[in-house]
């Protein structure tokens, strides 16, 4: 039988075990804050950034946004951001991505106050991971950590194919699996858009993790019989339904369930473990700046 990986309900776990953390911090003075800055209107990050705003507020963190209009100078961004560099409500903030094509977002994340950088991609922050010393961990690499553990899936030995090479997730997540830890020890091949044989790799893994943003990517004939399959991707694809199109991960869901044994799937998957670690990061943010300990989960 497969296993499918309720993301869903591990991160509702996960928001409850911060709960106790939370209302520490409250009591030692104030709420952590997050804010979300958003620029331009692209529908899937404004809904992104509305689910996190509801996260917060399910768990007691005080949640701020700020919009900034998709056509506005790259300096109307850098100077929100350094507005919330200085704001003492707000201890961890994200710039969603992808910012406009005239943005660079590289340029952006430079200016975020490491220790409000959540996201964990300021280069301060991507050195320390890269050093074992990971301050804030990026929210979706995070998410399929614990996702991994809570399906009592060891990652020490294992061979974890991962295709997609981005910052966001890709590249962070080999990094943290390769590293010597209890979630790492991993054997970890990175495909890519030029990766030669790319189902050899999936093929040849005990952990695939689809990771590229093309929907179906990986499908039930490129995985051997027992593999874990994580699903990162959440693709809109058109469809005839209300909301006129339909999510869609990078695998193929029916026929790698055939295959797979346990897989995530979207949506409901590594989705919600992402705004989990979101807010878990933020607590850790305003523990580390307010110097108020609290047991994380
Ligand atoms: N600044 C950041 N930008 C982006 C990140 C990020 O970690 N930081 N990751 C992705 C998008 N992302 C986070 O913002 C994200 C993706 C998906 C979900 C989610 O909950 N998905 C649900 C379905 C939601 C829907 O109905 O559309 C699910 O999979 O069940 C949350 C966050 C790119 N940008």
Redesign the pocket.
């Known amino acids: 039988m497969t296993e499918i990986i309720d ?2 309900a591990v991160a509702s776990e996960i928001r409850d075990d911060l709960t106790a953390a939370i209302e520490t911090l409250a009591d030692a003075g104030s709420r952590p804050g997050l804010a979300t800055v958003l620029m331009g209107d692209d529908p ?2 404004q ?2 950034v509305n ?2 705003q509801r996260d917060c507020e399910e768990v007691g963190i005080e949640s701020h946004h700020v919009d900034v209009d998709g056509d506005a100078p790259p300096e109307e961004l850098y100077d929100a951001i350094a507005d919330l560099n200085e704001d003492s409500e707000v201890h961890g903030y ?5 910012v406009p094509d005239h943005v660079d977002y590289r340029d952006v994340i430079r200016r975020v106050d490491p220790i409000k950088d959540v ?1 964990g ?1 300021h280069p301060e922050n991507v050195g320390r991971l890269v050093a074992g010393d990971a301050r804030f961990r ?3 690499p995070h998410g399929v950590q614990k996702l991994l553990e809570s399906a009592d899936i060891d990652t020490e030995g294992k061979d974890v194919t991962i295709v997609g090479r981005s910052d ?1 997730v890709g590249k962070p997540l080999a990094n943290l699996l390769i590293q010597k830890a209890d979630d790492g020890n991993a054997t970890v091949t990175v495909c890519h858009s030029r990766t030669d044989d790319l189902a050899a790799k999936t093929r040849s893994a005990d952990i695939v993790v689809a990771a590229a943003g093309v929907p179906e990517l990986v499908d039930g004939s490129m995985l051997e019989d027992g593999t874990v399959v994580i699903d990162v991707g ?1 693709n809109r694809v058109d469809a005839d339904t209300d909301k006129g199109y339909e ?1 869609v991960g990078d695998v193929e869901f029916e026929s790698a369930k055939e295959k797979a044994s346990a897989i995530t799937p ?7 473990m ?2 989990a670690m ?1 807010l878990y990061n933020t607590v850790k943010a305003a523990s580390l700046q307010r110097d108020v300990d609290v047991e994380l989960p």
């Open positions: 993301g869903n899937a990050s809904t992104y689910m996190k994200i710039v969603q991505a992808p996201d991609f990026p929210c979706t966001i959440v999510l979207v949506p409901g998957g590594v989705g919600p992402t705004r979101l």
